[in-house]
Every structure is written in C-alpha cells, then in structure tokens.
C-alpha cells in the first residue's frame, strides 16, 4: 500500500461521518422549519388552531390530511374540530394540499424531531394522529411549563445528550447563581411536554444561538456526566405581570 494511504482513508472517513452528523442536523432543522412554516400560513386564517389531524399509512409512510382541532376546552370534553377535510367551504380547505404536503415532509425522516409531537388521536375512529402545532415562542411555553411547578425558576439546565434536550435541573432565582439548582418535580408527561420543545431549541440553530448559554464554571452535572457544550443553560423570561 503506498505510504500514507491509510492516514488519508482515515481522514476522509471522519469527514464522511462529520458531513453525515451536518446533513442530520440540518434535516432536522428544516423539518421544523416546514412545520413553522405552515403553523403560521393556518394559524392566520385559524388562529385557534392547535393539531392538525392525519391518517398514516406506515408501510408507504404517506399522510392523508383529515382537518385541524383546536385545544381541549375542558378535562371531560375533546378537541374541537375547527375544519374537517372536504369542507370547501372553510378557508382553510385553500390550504388543504400544502397542508398535507407539509406534514408528509416534516415527519418524512424516521429521526425528525417532529415526531415527539405526534399521538394517536383516541377520539377519532380509526387511523387518526394528530401532530401538535408548535407554539409562536417555543421559550415562553418552557417557562410556562417549568414554572407550572418551579414558580421561582430563573433558567433551566438541559442536556442534549438525553432524548435530545431534556431539563436536568432548575435554577432558581438568578440564572447564573449555580447554588440554587433543584432537582425538577413535574411529572413525567410534564417531563415529555418540556423535552420535545427544549429538544426543539437544540435542533433549530437561530433558537439555539439566541437562547443557549454555557453552564456557570464549577457546575457539576446532577447524575455525575461530563459537562460538555451539550449541556447549555437556558435562561427563562420573566413572567408576564398581571
């Protein structure tokens, strides 16, 4: 073998890897990003709009549009039908091929982080599941979500090495002050809700650059890993005043 070949094989073969891991992120950026793009094009002609309702076909892994619901209005009641596919008469029925169209591509990679928001719908007969709109301000919802038990919550600490971006501790108070971490106390949907948004942050690059930060020096990690640039700090914004 010609002296060098192997040095070289081996270089080429980490900057395969590296180029794969980059397509990865970025296909699942603009998974996400599809997804924002045709929440806010349904949130403007229906901005009660919450999930949009689909059938899957796992063998071909098409989607079928089936219409968008809103919130659930009460603990005992369902997801109110806002337009059902076939109604021309709604203007969402405009929308209803780019809708369709959109959702296929969001979820057409299996690792696209747009499928943490994705469940079966058990109201509906049949192959019904429903994809949750992401919110205008992913960070708002975090906050909503974390104070929901941790009122005093200044910023979170979350770790991308776990499902993608999973909240490990909160810090209360000041974001910087590392002596007042706690362990979170929310259950474990509330722990499912906050992991696929936080995880959502990670895999959008401009959400990343403008709401990650590194962890204050001396932070330990609360179950003993190595504290990389994948655990980031993820300062709150204040509350709304009422």
């Not at 076909?57 to 079928?64: I, K, N």
């Not at 968008?68 to 091929?97: I, K, Y």
């Amino acid at each position: 073998m010609t002296p060098g070949i192997p040095n070289q094989l081996d270089d080429l073969a980490r900057r395969r890897e590296d180029l794969f891991a980059e397509l990865r992120r970025i296909r699942k950026a603009h998974c996400l990003a599809v997804l924002d793009h045709i929440t806010a094009k349904v949130r403007r002609v229906c901005p009660q709009a919450a999930y949009i309702e689909f059938a899957y076909q796992g063998e071909t892994r098409d989607v079928g549009l089936r219409g968008v619901l809103g919130e659930q209005g009460s603990p005992l009641g369902g997801l109110p039908w806002l337009w059902e596919s076939g109604d021309e008469e709604h203007a969402l029925a405009e929308l209803a091929v780019e809708i369709e169209a959109d959702v296929q591509t969001s979820l057409e990679p299996y690792d696209s982080p747009a499928w943490a928001t994705v469940r079966r719908n058990a109201a509906s007969e049949g192959n019904g599941w429903l994809i949750e709109l992401p919110p205008s301000d992913r960070v708002a919802r975090i906050a909503q979500l974390v104070r929901a038990t941790h009122p005093e919550a200044g910023a979170v600490v979350v770790d991308r090495r776990h499902a993608g971006g999973r909240v490990i501790e909160v810090i209360e108070g000041a974001a910087g002050v590392i002596g007042r971490c706690t362990r979170p106390r929310w259950t474990r949907e509330g722990d499912y809700a906050l992991t696929r948004w936080v995880a959502q942050i990670f895999a959008i690059p401009v959400l990343a650059e403008r709401h990650l930060r590194p962890v204050p020096g001396g932070y330990a990690h609360p179950y003993g890993s190595s504290v990389t640039t994948l655990v980031r700090l993820l300062p709150l914004p204040l509350p709304p005043i009422t």
